[in-house]
């Protein structure tokens, strides 16, 4: 994911006393997990990458601890959850493993070490809890989801989709879990994107029509400074609507000229002027943001299918799809159904949960019985290596185009 995100919790009630976030800080090693574990290849990097992440956590518990009015000595038991590439650069293990076939972790069990020994800023007799991961690209997060959504419970299929830059899906066939990963990308996060922001102050969250001119909604109330995913998402998903955009992603400027403008290369989409932006440019979407999305969405399109195929389950028989991540808590799950995201299954079986994945890792640090049922569920996790399948890539080319109806 983009983002760090600590949690103060009170062991006596269980009450969260203060949440702080940040960029992760190894983004400017590479964008993506799979970067990252390139830069990552040998033990000075691994060392390099754990200090800068480390640092950051310190700076989160530090910042959590003022706004509580606490010592960072008064915190006895920390548990950290992420995707296995995290995990490994967390305790200083190179990731080499992962990022060659067959993509195994080096450490899959559980982990309890003394928080001091890899650096953290907290008691010095303080626990480290890790728990367990399931593959090489489905991480201790992925079982947190499964955790907090309490999908393994369910005797109807239902699944969890967590989107980030790396989206993990956890799907319940009503009898067995089954786990994939796709390499989604940062497109959802606002990168890659020509006015592309993270959902914050300023970003463009949601677009929509109203009498053939397009509006939208501003996180904050501000001026526009650019777009965030679920904007994005939204404003394809009524261009579809609207006739204005083809199932292949190419623009239909000729049915509403006064939309567009021409750049060096193509047409590009008009969101918000340069009189209304805060940056005084024109706040566009590109043809180039529309492929970025196509290959996104059709990532986690084709997973999903791929996953269901695996399990025996059939759209008519999911029960209800759990979006979760920061991007699933903002975006509009009729906008994603509409441009081939998820599949349309009835709006009212898609459920927007939030960060499941620090849900998970309160759950964790507060129950032992936790940790006990996340340990149980990544060893009853079965992991699906999709892309290896031998229909992968004419599945995922036929996702890449837009739903041509509703």
Known sequence: ?????????????????????????????????????????????????QRVVVEGVNQLTEEVCKTANISPQDIYEVVAVGNTAMHHIFLGIPPKTLGLAPFTPVVQNPINVKASEIGLNVN???????????????????????????????????VVVDIGTNTEIILNNGRDLYACSCASGPAFEGARIKHGMRAGLGAIESVYMDSEALKYKVIGGVKPMGICGSGIVDALASLLDAGLLGGNGRFNVSKSPNLFIKSDRDYELIVASSEESDTRNAITITQRDIREIQLAKSAIATGLTLLMRDAGVSLEELSTIYLAGSFGSYINPRSAVRIGLLPNIGLNKVKSVGNTAGTGAKMCLISYEERIKAEDLARRIKFVEFYIKPDFSKIFLKNLNFPTET
Do not use: H
Not at 8 to 15: A, P, Q, R, S
Not at 137 to 149: I, K, R, S
């Open 1 to 49: 994911y983009y983002k760090l995100v600590a949690y103060l919790i009170n062991l006596k009630t269980g009450e969260t006393e203060a949440v702080k976030s940040m960029l992760n800080p190894q983004i400017s090693f590479g964008e993506d997990v799979v970067s990252r574990i390139t830069y990552a290849s040998d033990y000075e990097k691994t060392i390099q990458l």
């Open 124 to 158: 010095e007799s303080g626990n480290l809890y890790l728990p367990p991961v399931v593959a090489g690209f489905v991480g201790a997060d992925a079982v947190a989801d499964a955790l907090a959504t309490r999908i393994y419970e369910s005797n109807e299929p239902c």
